[in-house]
DNA sequence: ATGGTGGGTTACCCA
């Protein structure tokens, strides 16, 4: 099984990229953040021209997630029990016996902004939330856009983001609470080089100049680690014309997981 | 130090 996550910025716009890339890619499950768009627009019939069934919790103008999966999602939830937030970042499902968890992590804007006291408080909450998950759930991938580079590896100028936003310490220790879990950061079994990112600022010519981070993430949990095919960042997408500032991450499962 | 780019809406927006 293939397992995909990517932050698309804007379904609407990226909806051909997001064709073409499931054409090449043939992901058994994608799961996209920040979609923008209202559930009543969904392009759930483009999607299942393209062989995908898709599920979807999303708002106008702002976040919004998405499954797309070959087979289709069972068990699908929407909401963190006991946390009533209006902002559409969270959406599980079970597919293929694997319970995948897709993520649009707050950004926080900056280090000690009110923003950035929603992003602690909104990992705390799904942190808890994750080990009742996990308990059920023991195959379980936790995927999407977190906003938090793990470490240093993860970046591409360490002194210059130091403590800053989606680097400091307070967001690390928080993504490090949720791995306590039981969960793996998947590319990392597989590569241990800095200069991988998945994400790369529009400005600055960032891209074409490797600026990035690495801030989207496919968590795998201890049941599924042995399991564990391969896992890869594709560039290529970046590079399209009209591009995601995000490209697609992958997890590969061994066959029959 | 500042601002730059993009998607959305028309905002002291959000990334």
Not at 106 to 132: H, I, M, P
Not at 137 to 143: F, G, I, K, S, Y
Request: glycine share 6%; with cysteine.
């Amino acid at each position: 099984m293939k397992i995909a996550s990517w932050n698309v910025n804007s379904l609407n716009v990226r909806l051909p990229h997001v064709q073409r890339w499931c054409a090449q890619a043939a992901p058994d499950v994608l799961a996209l953040q920040e979609t923008k768009l209202e559930d009543a627009r969904f392009p759930v019939e483009a999607l299942a021209q393209a062989g995908y069934h898709a599920v979807f919790s999303g708002q106008k103008t702002y976040n919004g997630v998405a499954i797309l999966a070959r087979e289709p999602p069972a068990d699908v939830v929407a909401d963190v029990p006991g946390y009533a937030d209006p902002q559409r970042r969270v959406l599980a499902a079970t597919v293929g016996g694997v319970r995948v968890v897709n993520l649009y992590v707050v950004n926080g804007q900056a280090v000690g902004s009110e923003k950035f006291a929603y992003k602690l408080d909104w990992l705390a909450r799904v942190t808890d939330w994750l080990a009742a998950e996990l308990a059920r759930h023991a195959r379980m991938v936790v995927l999407g856009d977190f906003n938090i580079a793990p470490e240093d590896r993860d970046v591409h100028d360490p002194e210059a983001w130091r403590e800053q936003i989606l680097c400091s310490t307070p967001e690390r220790e928080a993504l490090a609470r949720m791995l306590d879990l039981g969960l793996v950061d998947s590319f990392r079994l597989f590569n241990a080089d800095p200069g991988h990112y998945s994400w790369w600022d529009y400005r600055q010519a960032a891209f074409r100049r490797n600026l990035g981070l690495r801030i989207d993430l496919v968590l795998a949990s201890t049941a599924l680690q042995a399991h564990c095919r391969a896992a890869s960042i594709d560039r290529e997408p970046r590079g399209w014309e009209r591009a995601s500032d995000h490209t697609p991450v992958i997890l590969e499962l061994h066959d029959g997981h």
